[in-house]
T-cell receptor, first 112, second 111 residues
Framework: EDKVVQSPLSLVVHEGDTVTLNCSYE??????LLWYKQEKKAPTFLFML????IEKKSGRLSSILDKKELFSILNITATQTGDSAIYLC????????????FGKGTHLIIQP | DGGITQSPKYLFRKEGQNVTLSCEQN?????MYWYRQDPGQGLRLIYY???????QKGDIAEGYSVSREKKESFPLTVTSAQKNPTAFYLC??????????FGPGTRLTVT
């Protein structure tokens, strides 16, 4: 059975801090790992990682995958209150198009 | 304006009633998915469909049913057999082995 585990489950920091969110996985026929941000409603796509060691960046957010150790991290630098959300990590079930297996998410709260 | 729509946004039902949640997409995606989200939990897959007139059970299909008669539409019925139907339901679509795009969700409350 595919498994995705995120840590920590919740995190409270102050505006301006840097945070690192963790995601480990055990997935049959691994192809990719995805990160989503969820603010009360629909998750919005952040990154898809397929290659080990290659960092993906978007503004203050970045993510990297380690296929040898089976984990990924999501970094957010100079956090802002608008970064408060649930961050979800997911992997395609069985490596294909049969839906995603999600972790429980990290609930990030940025205090002013 | 391309995207995924779900309706209604909020739904209240009495225990023992079946209820159908709507999901429509105009992204021309072949694959569509239904997930359920409970507080403190990630999303769990209920059903998915990779092509019209075909669908597969996900991890928690018991008490749910779906149909896929049109490419654009993938309605989910929550039946009275579902023991804990109160949850946030999310529909998604995907062009293939790529990221999934989510609708705004339907919050179902059964009392």
């Amino acid at each position: 059975e595919d498994k995705v585990v995120q840590s920590p489950l919740s995190l409270v920091v102050h505006e301006g801090d840097t945070v690192t969110l963790n995601c480990s996985y055990e997935v049959t026929n691994f192809r990719s790992l995805l990160w989503y941000k969820q603010e009360k409603k629909a998750p919005t796509f952040l990154f898809m990682l397929t290659s080990s060691g290659i960092e993906k960046k978007s503004g203050r957010l970045s993510s990297i995958l380690d296929k040898k150790e089976l984990f990924s991290i999501l970094n957010i630098t100079a956090t802002q209150t608008g970064d408060s959300a649930i961050y979800l990590c997911a992997a395609p079930r069985g490596g294909g198009a049969d839906g995603l297996t999600f972790g429980k998410g990290t609930h990030l709260i940025i205090q002013p | 304006d391309g995207g995924i729509t779900q309706s209604p946004k909020y739904l209240f039902r009495k225990e023992g009633q079946n209820v159908t949640l709507s999901c429509e997409q105009n992204l021309n995606h072949d694959a569509m998915y239904w997930y359920r989200q409970d507080p403190g939990q990630g999303l769990r897959l209920i059903y998915y469909s990779q092509i019209v007139n075909d669908f597969q059970k996900g991890d928690i299909a018991e008490g749910y049913s779906v149909s896929r008669e049109k490419k654009e539409s993938f309605p989910l019925t929550v039946t009275s057999a579902q023991k804990n139907p109160t949850a946030f339901y999310l529909c998604a679509s995907s062009p293939g082995l790529l990221e999934q795009y989510f609708g705004p969700g339907t919050r179902l409350t059964v009392t």
